[in-house]
C-alpha cells in the first residue's frame, strides 16, 4: 500500500481567506471522501467523490467544494472562510471491495 | 438516517484490565459498523468492520467487537489492556448505498499503570 497522503500538515488562514487542500489517494482508489473533524469531536463527512463526479454531500455549505483529478488525486476548497471551519480535515480513499484508507489530516486554523 | 452513540466521552481502566467502549447505532438497513482508532496527532486507523457476516468480529491489537441487532450495539472489548491502547477510539456506520461513514463522537481510553 501507497497510502493517502496530506498536503499541507498545518495551516493558518484569516477569517475571509480561502483555502485549498490537497489529497493524495491510494493507487487504483476511484473514490475520495471528505472529513472535517473539529476538537474533541468525531470526523463529519463533507462529500465523496467518485470518478471525478460528487456522489454525496453531508450537511456543509457551497462554500465546501472539492475537486478529484484523474490520477485520484483531489482536493478540497473553502471559501470565506470562518472561524468555525477551524479543524482537522481527513481525506479518504476506497474502491469496491477494499479496505478505506484515511490520510493524516491537514490541521487548519482560522484567526 | 443513520446514527451512532458512543456512551462515555472518558473511560479510564488499568493496565491488564478489561477495555469496554460501548456503541449503540440506528440505521434503517442493514448496516457497515466500523471501530477506528486515532492516536494524537494522525489520522484514522481501522481496527476492525462488520459487514453482515459473523456477528463477533476480531480486529487488530485484540480488539474484537459484536453485532447485537436486538439491542443495536456493537462495543468494542479487549481483555487486557496496553499502555499503548491509550488512544481516542471512534465507533462508524454505513450503508451500502452510498458507502459514506457517520462516526460517533468518540470515546477517550485513559490507561491507568
Known amino acids: 500500500e501507497t497510502g493517502v497522503t496530506q498536503s499541507p500538515t498545518h495551516l493558518i488562514k484569516t477569517r475571509g481567506q480561502q483555502v485549498t487542500l490537497r489529497c493524495s489517494s491510494q493507487?487504483?482508489?476511484?473514490?475520495v471522501s471528505w472529513y472535517q473533524q473539529a476538537l474533541g469531536q468525531g470526523p463529519q463527512f463533507i462529500f465523496q467523490?467518485?470518478?471525478?463526479?460528487?456522489?454525496g454531500r453531508g450537511n456543509f455549505p457551497p462554500r465546501f467544494s472539492g475537486l478529484q483529478f484523474p490520477n485520484y488525486s483531489s482536493e478540497l476548497n473553502v471559501n470565506a472562510l470562518e472561524l468555525d471551519d477551524s479543524a482537522l480535515y481527513l481525506c479518504?480513499?476506497?474502491?469496491?471491495?477494499?479496505?478505506?484508507?484515511f490520510g493524516p489530516g491537514t490541521r487548519l486554523t482560522v484567526t | 438516517a443513520q446514527s451512532v452513540t458512543q456512551l462515555g466521552s472518558h473511560v479510564s481502566v488499568s493496565e491488564g484490565a478489561l477495555v469496554l467502549l460501548r456503541c449503540n447505532y440506528s440505521s434503517s438497513v442493514p448496516p457497515y459498523l466500523f471501530w477506528y482508532v486515532q492516536y494524537p496527532n494522525q489520522g484514522l486507523q481501522l481496527l476492525l468492520k462488520?459487514?453482515?457476516?459473523?456477528?463477533l468480529v476480531k480486529g487488530i491489537n485484540g480488539f474484537e467487537a459484536e453485532f447485537k441487532k436486538s439491542e443495536t450495539s456493537f462495543h468494542l472489548t479487549k481483555p487486557s489492556a496496553h499502555m499503548s491502547d491509550a488512544a481516542e477510539y471512534f465507533c462508524?456506520?454505513?450503508?451500502?448505498?452510498?458507502?459514506?461513514?457517520?462516526f460517533g463522537k468518540g470515546t477517550r481510553l485513559h490507561i491507568l499503570p
Open positions: 467523490y467518485y470518478r471525478e463526479e460528487e456522489n
Open positions: 493507487s487504483g482508489h476511484n473514490t
Open positions: 479518504a480513499s476506497s474502491s469496491s471491495g477494499q479496505r478505506r484508507l
Open positions: 462488520y459487514t453482515s457476516a459473523a456477528t
Open positions: 462508524a456506520v454505513s450503508d451500502l448505498r452510498d458507502d459514506k461513514i457517520i
